[in-house]
């Protein structure tokens, strides 16, 4: 796909987005709208609804007033007409009198009992009903009618009745009269009447339905009457309208949410049919709540017709802009075929012709650039061969150079398979370079391929290892004593990719090394016999010290017995130690109290601190310090320290020694001395073989004690100060639970 072809594509994939845009919002504002303006329309038909139901009513209410006040003129001439007894009456008398004053009906009733009975009427079927004389407020000379309920049932006929009693008759008058004459009227004025007009012209509204509350929410949805074409009186639950469209449950919610006020509004699906559902309460002449149905299709066809209209504008616009941004691309680009032609030109190594510039927008300035950038070419290809020519030179010197070192050298890819040798590995190894490359030699022997493979592990990771000595097998199955370099090959990215490897054959340097470490062993004889020396003569001046007590106390002690027998026992360890260059022997490793420990050697040495004015001040951390050591090791080491720090206190003082938890894993011996000191700068040297500033000393105590500390993985520490004393620290680690 061209460029003109890309841009075109894009500009009209961006219209085709902002034109979707403008439907969906268009869709969504159409929406809103008509909503707003149904709603609003449903409000207004509701509102023309209620006033035609208030006129209705005042109607209503006047047509009665005006029968109670004939009725009552009439039962007066009635009164004047009739016998004063119910015996002298006649039905045909009532009749005629009905006839003559213009009345539907004249009845009278006598009083029996709780009742009140038609013994004579001018309508034969009313004789014999009976009537609650609860029901009646009469007395003498009064005139009652029924309280007027305000009626909006379409189909009730306007009629008003009333009873008189007259003082001297035993019976009342009744009278009932219809407003013939006004039934035109009411016909007319009935809600029935205005709401088929209404539904006449506006075909939307599909029902109109008046709702009295109180019944309505009391109403079981499996006795909900239809009313839709019925003919029959209503009940007290829908006045007016019809009840068709029906939701019961939701419709007594929409009903209770409309008498606090509300305006509500009701989307549904009725009957297969999508509808709105308007509820607005009206509070004359009682509180009713109208209901309206509207047809939501006409309002879904007109979004349709929007959409639509919408949707064929948006594509006439996308077909336009098409067709204008592919030419608008074509012009646009037409100087990229010259700044094209010249690229190729560059491709093919012809640097010399140029594109002539016509324009001064970008894309002139691009040719311009393009000219510059071959131009630039031609001169960076020229240095370029010129360089080639000389990597050309430094490769050969290298390959020279690495092919008449005499250590060998070979690289390996990450697979283990040899890419490159040099001549010193075919003479050192026995392969041939034809032969080696491509293939995985087995340089390594089989004991060691564990133990290199960890190795070239810790290569890859990124780790820098030093010259190692190792064995390596040749073709012929010989192994020989080698020391190699490995190093990683690295991409431009640093990604490793070959590992490089210099051998160089150490057969005569470890034949030299044997000689030497012949001539070493001899010097560490001497070393050790000369140390065995210094460790047995310590146990040796206890036991001297211990003798004189007992001669001096002729006394026979049986702790000092036994720890005389200790150090026996002791200077028999030291010299079973003198056989390690025989036969070395591992240490027995064993749990014990760092504190009982040190006990033992202070009560060994307590004698000899007596004789020297010295005195041994303990502080011991209550809790366990329970460490791994080999006891008499320990015993060394706490021997030679305390004994150092009693020489070093010709005049007499103390010597302080603590035991505490240092960190929660380890313990710490600290022994502190009051004698001469030692300089500062020779304490760096003691540890060193031989190293010692007293007349008698064989400067192996420290040496001994420091590789004993050691190997119990811990640490010894000197600090000292001329004149002030001495103070050894001791670091051991607790045992771990």
Known sequence: MSVKTKLSFMISLLVFIM????????????????????EANMMA????????????????????????????????EAAKQLPESSLLVTDQKLANLADELGVTRISTMLLDGS????????????????????????????????????????????????????????????????????????????????????????????????????????MPESQAPDYVNSTRPLSNSIPFGSYGYREIEQDKKSVKEALKGKQVFRYTQINNRSVIKSFV????????????????????????????????????????????????????????????????????????????????????????????????????????????????????HLESFINHTTDAIHVVDLEGRT????????????????????????????????????????????????????LLVTSDGEWIAVSATTSPIRDKNGEIRAIASITRDMTGRNKMEELLRRSEKLTTVGQLAAGVAHEIRNPLTTLRGFLQLQLETSKLNTMHVDLMLSEIDRINLIVGEFLILAKP??????????????????SLLDSQAHLCN????????????????????????????????????????????????????????VIIDEGIGIPEDRIPMLGNPFYTDKDKGTGLGIMVSQ???????GALEIKSKVGAGTKVMITLPLLKP
């Open 19 to 38: 034109l979707a845009f403008h439907v969906i919002l268009s869709e969504y504002s159409t929406r809103v709208n008509l909503r707003s303006d149904v």
């Open 45 to 76: 038909i509701s509102q023309q609804i209620a006033v035609n139901v208030m006129q209705n009513s005042r109607e209503h209410t006047f047509i009665h007033t005006m029968l109670t006040e004939k009725l009552k003129a009439v039962s007066l």
């Open 115 to 218: 009742n009140y009975i038609t013994v004579h009427s001018s309508d034969p079927s009313e004789i014999g009903l009976e009537r609650d004389a609860m029901q009646f407020q009469l007395s003498s000379n009064t005139f009652w009618t029924p309280p007027y309920v305000a009626s909006l049932n379409d189909k009730e006929t306007m009629g008003e009745g009333s009873y008189f009693a007259m003082s001297g008759r035993n019976y009342v008058i009744h009278c009932y009269m219809q407003s013939d004459q006004l039934s035109e009227y009411e016909e007319i004025a009935h809600t029935t009447s205005f709401l088929t007009e209404m539904k006449a012209g506006n075909p939307t509204i599909l029902e109109v339905t008046g709702f009295d509350p109180a019944p309505f929410a009391k």
């Open 281 to 396: 309460v009206v509070n004359q002449p009682l509180p009713y709540v109208i209901g309206l149905v509207f047809d939501k299709r006409p309002m879904l066809e007109l979004m349709a017709d929007q959409r639509n209209n919408q949707i064929m504008i948006s594509v006439l616009l996308l077909v336009f802009v098409i067709f204008c941004s592919y030419w608008l691309s074509g012009l646009l680009f037409r100087p990229v075929s010259s700044i094209l032609w010249k690229i190729n030109e560059v491709s093919f190594g012809r640097f010399d012709n140029s594109i002539e510039v016509k324009r001064k927008d970008e894309l002139g300035q691009l040719a311009q650039r393009v000219n510059a950038m071959s131009k630039n070419l031609g001169i960076y290809m020229t240095k370029l061969k010129m360089a080639f020519e000389e990597n050309r030179s430094m490769k050969e």
């Open 419 to 470: 890419t490159q040798v040099n001549r010193a590995f075919e003479h050192l190894f026995g392969y041939e370079a034809e032969l080696a490359v491509g293939q995985v030699l087995p340089l390594v022997p089989e004991h060691l391929i564990e133990e290199e493979q960890k190795y070239l592990e810790q290569l890859r990771g990124g780790k820098t290892l030093t010259a190692r000595e190792t």
């Open 585 to 602: 022997q591992a240490a027995r490793f064993e749990e014990k109290d760092v504190r009982f420990i040190l006990g033992d050697v202070i």
């Open 614 to 669: 010295i005195e041994f001040l303990t502080a011991f951390e209550q809790a366990e310090c329970i460490i791994s050591c080999e006891e008499n090791q320990l015993k060394q080491v706490f021997i030679n320290v305390i004994k150092n720090a009693i020489e070093a206190m010709p005049a007499g003082g103390q010597i302080t020694i603590e035991v505490k938890r240092d960190m929660p894993n380890h313990v710490k011996v």
């Open 707 to 713: 590789r004993i500390i050691q190997s119990h993985q």
